[in-house]
């Protein structure tokens, strides 16, 4: 039992010192009603709150946590590196053995450069394939995300989402306006786009499975189709693995669907809860970064020991494919039990899920890209939100986010969870 202050006053005291109480937006539970918990500690797949209640998480800090919370190989790792001084500003050997990780594992990545942040990857990853085509416009897709980038910042998934603006005051017209933003799985919308402007793109990125207007997967061939469309208009694509690396799969989505990017952007589960984010890439292309190349990145804290230490680590526990194939089975057998007690109680109920990611949708019908999310029901989902917390049940606060397994989520909690659902559903 804690002894410190509550949650409550704990909001409070941070309302009047953060915007909103939060340093991320999501996390005000904003979209969902109510105010949120302050987090004491989390161990495994459970997290503690200020309150001494212990919820099973699903939300895992949006993605990083695959080995649960508090890995203590993980741990020890970062003690054992963070006695030998925090940061250099000079090269050290963990950078190359994290590089070699990722390099090794992820099929296009033959070099990388590592930056502290998801949003630093992609906007590196554009500037770069700007600076290498010399044209100037990139593609997104609506319900996307890819940090908060200016550039990113036009019909964009997660906070973006829910907070129901199409964008963000702040992002000045001429950055907005290189930014075209088209309707994911629409591959006819995306070739006559390509056609009428190709030789004005850049660059096409992409979540190659969407994770941030909650899990969408691509349709047969999409990826496919839009790797062909790349070559034919010498469009660099782009895919956006923050979330997907090293969790679909344990070379990411590219591996899973067998289509090489030219680019790929990683971060989350390559911190292993530390900030770490990595643009990566064919040789040619990489070495257009600078000092090599002409385009100019650079990063105080870029290849930070102590967080490569912990990424180090993470990748090198997700070594056999095994681990993989374990937290896919869990998160089949949650899914179906969830759709199958839905269907009992006549709620109804699209689960979307890959790998060790799932969303379930408030709808009948299924969900193949925003506007499809969109037209779910999201006031059933507010609910079930608060009735999961009820239950002891962390889920993310919002229709718009993926649930992450992590391998500390045990048969034993996967079954309790199902109850938890099973208690909420009725009381919808
Ligand atoms: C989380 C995420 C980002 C942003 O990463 P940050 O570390 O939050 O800046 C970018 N792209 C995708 C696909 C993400 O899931």
Redesign the pocket.
């Known amino acids: 039992m804690s002894t410190g202050p509550l949650s409550k006053e704990l909001f409070n005291a941070a309302k009047n010192l953060m915007p909103g109480g939060v340093n991320s937006p999501v996390r005000s539970f904003a979209s969902v009603g109510g105010e949120p918990f302050f987090v004491e500690k989390a161990k495994g797949a459970i997290l503690t709150d200020a309150d001494g209640n212990d919820y099973i998480d699903y939300v895992m800090s949006?993605?990083p946590l695959i080995l649960g919370h508090a890995h203590e190989d993980v741990l020890r790792k970062v003690q054992t590196t963070m006695a030998r001084g925090l940061t250099f500003g000079a090269p050290n050997g963990l950078e190359i053995e994290l590089a070699k990780l990722i390099c090794d594992r992820v099929p296009s990545v033959e070099m990388v450069r590592f930056v502290s942040?998801?949003?630093?990857?992609?906007m590196s990853a554009i500037r770069l394939a700007r600076g290498a085509t010399n044209r100037s416009k990139i593609v997104k897709f609506h319900g996307?995300?890819?940090?908060?980038g200016d550039s990113f910042l036009v019909q964009a998934g997660?906070g973006v989402a829910q907070h129901g603006i199409a964008g963000s005051p702040g992002v000045p017209e001429d950055i907005v306006s290189n930014t075209i933003s088209l309707a994911f799985n629409d591959i006819e919308q995306l070739k006559q786009v390509l056609a009428a402007n190709s030789k004005q793109i850049a660059a096409i990125i992409v979540?190659p499975v969407c994770?941030?207007m909650g899990v969408v997967l691509p349709k047969e061939g999409y990826l496919q189709t839009m790797r062909e469309l790349c070559d034919q208009h010498d469009i660099v694509l782009i895919f956006?693995e923050?979330?997907t690396g090293f969790r679909v799969s344990r070379g990411g989505a590219q591996e899973y669907f067998g289509v090489t990017p030219d680019l790929t952007?990683m971060?989350?589960i390559i911190g292993g809860g530390m900030?770490v984010?990595a643009y990566g890439g064919n040789e040619k292309l990489m070495k257009q970064v600078a000092p090599v190349g002409p385009v100019y990145q650079a990063g105080t804290l870029s290849g930070n020991p102590v967080c490569m230490a912990a990424g180090i680590k993470t990748l090198k526990l997700l070594k056999d494919r095994e681990v993989y194939q374990t937290l896919e089975y869990r998160t089949k057998f949650l899914r179906d039990e969830m759709v199958n007690i839905a269907q009992h109680h006549d709620v109804p109920l699209t689960v979307n899920h890959i790998g060790s990611m799932m969303t379930p949708f408030f709808t009948d019908r299924s969900i193949n890209n925003f506007e499809d999310v969109k037209a779910t029901n999201q006031g059933r989902y507010q609910k079930y939100f608060h009735y999961m917390l009820d239950e002891g049940v962390f889920i993310p606060p919002s229709p718009f986010e993926a649930w992450f397994l992590s391998i500390a989520h045990t048969e034993e909690l996967l079954k309790q969870t199902v109850q938890a659902h099973e208690a909420a559903i009725k009381k919808l």
């Not at 942040?117 to 992609?122: C, F, H, L, W």
């Not at 996307?144 to 908060?148: A, D, F, S, V």
């Open positions: 949006y993605g942040s998801g949003t630093e990857a992609t996307n995300y890819h940090g908060h997660s979540e994770g941030n956006d923050v979330m952007c971060g989350k900030p984010g």
